[in-house]
């Protein structure tokens, strides 16, 4: 009927054997055959077995002919032969038999002669339940270590808008005003020590444009001219993007040195803090230097919280970023910034990378 599960491969999570989604004969465009299962049998992919795609079925329906349904004798659980299947054992057996480079399979006649170790069926159901136990538990501490990386995150963002704000670390009165030093670095900049954008700033501290205090680079000399990227090359390629290294090139030539700087996606308003030389991706980012007397990892914290997400595919830093107001503390004041934030940051770091 048009109420009948049919069950596809990618219906199904790989690993884990999940499933992702559940659709009717109406909801699917079915072509060519499709077996039919029933509630409590096995469905084993043969498939790409490395994927793991094996369940027991929780309802009946129809299924891809590359999934295999069978059901096992009176004395046989069905679940203990589901874990056997979806064991490292069993996956070392089936790529031996199997067949095919690209999309490797296992025969039908292969997985009928997979050999199983089979204990009496009283103990198959304790071993059921004892790797029911474990996996529940493993979902438990997986749930966990989720929730503490997004908490981790969150903190992240919280100590460094704290830090902008002037929360972070005790102001000292004996530094010298932000307004002075920005007077030095360009005395025709529009300097708001009134905390115009930003309410209850410390004394001593102010606000500015960022173009007061940035100057940009367009990155039209650094573009890698070759795609044959490979790891044993000494030059990174980098986009201000999530994942920042794409690859290493071994061209000599248009090598970005002057750094420390900041690299800034103009379409996505991304930007990464760079400390090395670099060569990049494309032009669809400024790379930006910063004035001297101030500390480029406290602009680079506070790029790294504001960002501008727009309807429009448009480049950001001209017309709108760079007239961003940002509250500037005092010289000092930068430098403690930055050592409380990275000494914070290092052990948040420290506990991700235990989880």
């Not at 367009?218 to 290294?245: M, N």
Request: neutral net charge; proline residues 5%; contains cysteine.
């Amino acid at each position: 009927t048009d109420d009948d599960w049919v069950l596809e491969l990618e219906d199904l999570e790989k690993d884990t054997a999940k499933i992702i989604q559940t659709l009717s004969r109406s909801k699917r465009s079915i072509k060519g055959v499709r077996h039919r299962f029933n509630k409590g049998d096995i469905l084993y992919s043969k498939l790409r077995t490395y994927l793991n795609k094996v369940l027991v079925a929780p309802q009946s329906g129809y299924c891809t002919t590359e999934i295999m349904p069978f059901n096992s004798y009176c004395n046989v659980s069905s679940y203990y032969l589901n874990h056997v299947l979806r064991s490292a054992y069993f996956l070392d057996y089936t790529q031996q038999c199997g067949y095919g480079v690209k999309m490797p399979r296992l025969s039908t006649t292969d997985a009928c002669n997979g050999m199983i170790p089979l204990p009496p069926l009283a103990e198959q159901k304790r071993i059921v339940k004892e790797i029911e136990h474990w996996f529940s538990l493993i979902d438990v501490i997986e749930s966990g270590k989720e929730d503490l990386q997004a908490t981790i995150k969150q903190a992240k963002s919280k100590i460094l808008d704290l830090a902008i704000h002037g929360k972070l670390v005790p102001q000292d009165p004996n530094d010298e005003p932000a307004s002075e030093l920005l007077k030095r670095i360009n005395s025709k900049a529009e300097i708001t020590c009134d905390n115009g954008h930003y309410t209850q700033l410390p004394n001593g501290w102010c606000e500015c444009q960022l173009e007061n205090i940035v100057k940009y680079e367009q990155p039209q000399a650094y573009i890698v001219k070759s795609t044959d990227y490979d790891d044993k090359y000494l030059i990174p390629v980098l986009t201000a993007g999530k994942s920042f290294i794409i690859g290493y090139t071994n061209e000599t030539e248009g090598i970005y040195q002057n750094t420390p700087c900041i690299i800034f996606d103009d379409f996505t308003t991304d930007s990464k803090l760079v400390d090395f030389p670099f060569k990049v991706k494309s032009s669809a980012m400024k790379i930006l230097r910063v004035a001297d007397s101030i500390e480029i990892e406290y602009v680079a914290m506070f790029m790294n919280i504001t960002r501008l997400i727009g309807d429009t595919h448009k480049r950001y830093w001209i017309s709108e970023y760079s007239k961003l107001c940002i509250p500037i503390p005092p010289k000092e004041e930068q430098k403690r910034i930055a050592n409380a934030v990275n000494v914070m940051f290092k052990k948040l770091n420290t506990i991700m990378e235990n989880l």
